[in-house]
């Protein structure tokens, strides 16, 4: 499998593997010799209470906070492995393609190739200059695109052919599930498909993150015609997450000829 972009990037560059300084999990990540151990269960995660505090005490501008504070507790500094595995085995549609909640993107530019153009979207200013400034000078460059914008009150020029969630769907309030489904359904052509890697699939209280169910998505994404396709445990999680995390992906059920 050929290397990502992102860890082309740090080899040539010799710069130490980022790793987050704490994850929604327990990690334990060795580079350089070095291992760093973050205690970091959803219930015992001092930077995910410090998210919390932010997002929650400050509705319309808490992630930009999280962002400007550096509290990214989510952060993995690396594409998600299951979507290089997916890219680099060719399992992904091409054509358009949505990240929202996209943070510091790596999975947009992970995606991004001759035929297939990403769309990164974070509400955070914060969040999107970090995404340009950390790949502007990349090669798949032309493949991709940042752009701030409020997820529930954006209109995209053009539809999309997938659309990517990851630790979107359990950031944002459960109210907003619905209209989190409304605007899959907007946003994407009706062929197009949807993939969830559903996390976290456990049982604490409060968010975000906030848990996740099967039932959770299935309760928002029938209403608007999806079935899920696939739902299979994440077996490229990393460690912490493993078990937590499922992959789903999903269709609309088009209309049957009466032909
Ligand atoms: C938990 S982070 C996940 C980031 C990224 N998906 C990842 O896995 O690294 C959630 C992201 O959603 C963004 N966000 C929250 N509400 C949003 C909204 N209404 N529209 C767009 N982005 C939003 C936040 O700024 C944050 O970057």
Redesign the pocket.
Known sequence: MPPSLFSFQFRIRNLPLRVPSTT?GTIRVMNNNRHRTADSRVESNPRVHK?QQL?NTNASGG??E??KQGV?????GRP?PVISHLHHTGSLPMGRVL?????????VVEMACLGRYVVG????E??IKKAKQMSSTLPNADYFTFIK??????HPTDLFDLIF????F???EPD?RSAWAQQIQNFLKPDGELITLMFPMDDHAGG??YKVSIADYKEVLHPMGFEAISIVDNKWAIEVRKGREKLGRWKRALGQSSL
Do not use: H, Q
């Open positions: 929604l998210l997002v992630w930009e999280s962002w990214t507790p989510w952060d993995l998600t990240v929202p909640g996209c943070g510091t993107g790596y999975d979207l974070d509400i955070s914060e969040a914008a409020d997820f529930f009150t954006w969630d990851y630790t979107f359990c950031a944002i907003m975000p993150p």
